[in-house]
Antibody
Framework: QVQLVQSGAEVKKPGASVKVSCQVSTYTINELSMHWVRQAPGKGHEWMGGFDPEEGDTVYAESFQGRVTMTVDTSTDTAYMTLSSLRPDDTAVYYC????????WGQGTLVTVSS | SYDLTQTPSVSVSPGQTATITCFGDVLRKQYAYWFQQKPGQAPMVLIYKDTQRPSGIPERFSGSSSGTTVTLTVSGVQADDEADYYCQSVTSSGTDWVFGGGTKLTVL
């Protein structure tokens, strides 16, 4: 499986933004179709968006449109996910993950939103 | 609600075979992925593209597919297999990921 290493836990206040990184090894970022998924405490997995290789563009889940941005830095093989206008119910573990061409998940980044 | 439907729980004795199923219309045309998740840990992919096993995953984990149903079979269940198991696929458009609600495997 591909190795994905994410940045550390974050604590943010409501209204702030958070940027989570995901560094790829054993493959280059261009070889992967990177996606982001979150899991709130005691809840299921929620897809946030990811790269569509057929369209050659990033697709975002409707529920995150306008609040999330996913980018990549090919020089460091790192993917980034920025979520803005944070709310307490954005408290969750955020994962980078891929299924193409091989599967793999990052270790997760806990983002806590609290005043 | 979830786009993929899983039985909430399965219980088996050590050494027995556990069968975990996942249902969804998208599975008729899209691949399924299975991952194991233990409390406080990241998901670990067990099966991809319905039946393929990533390197390092024991052969006792296997996947199959038929119509709108995919199945994860765990043969010779061990105590360490006690975890939540999730199926995942993509929508018919091929872009959005969808998940099952998870099946808790209890080893008696």
């Amino acid at each position: 499986q591909v190795q994905l290493v994410q940045s550390g836990a974050e604590v943010k206040k409501p209204g702030a933004s958070v940027k989570v990184s995901c560094q790829v090894s054993t493959y280059t970022i261009n070889e992967l179709s990177m996606h982001w998924v979150r899991q709130a405490p005691g809840k299921g997995h929620e897809w946030m968006g990811g790269f569509d290789p057929e369209e050659g563009d990033t697709v975002y889940a409707e529920s995150f449109q306008g609040r999330v941005t996913m980018t990549v830095d090919t020089s460091t093989d790192t993917a980034y996910m920025t979520l803005s206008s944070l709310r307490p119910d954005d408290t969750a573990v955020y994962y980078c993950a891929t299924v193409f061409p091989v599967p793999g998940w990052g270790q997760g980044t806990l983002v806590t939103v609290s005043s | 609600s979830y786009d993929l439907t899983q039985t909430p729980s399965v219980s088996v004795s050590p050494g027995q075979t556990a069968t975990i199923t996942c249902f969804g219309d998208v599975l008729r045309k899209q691949y399924a992925y299975w991952f194991q998740q233990k409390p406080g840990q990241a998901p670990m992919v067990l099966i991809y593209k319905d039946t393929q096993r990533p390197s390092g995953i024991p052969e006792r984990f296997s996947g199959s597919s038929s119509g709108t149903t995919v199945t994860l079979t765990v043969s010779g269940v061990q105590a360490d297999d006690e975890a939540d198991y999730y199926c995942q696929s993509v929508t018919s458009s091929g872009t959005d990921w969808v998940f099952g609600g998870g099946t808790k495997l209890t080893v008696l």
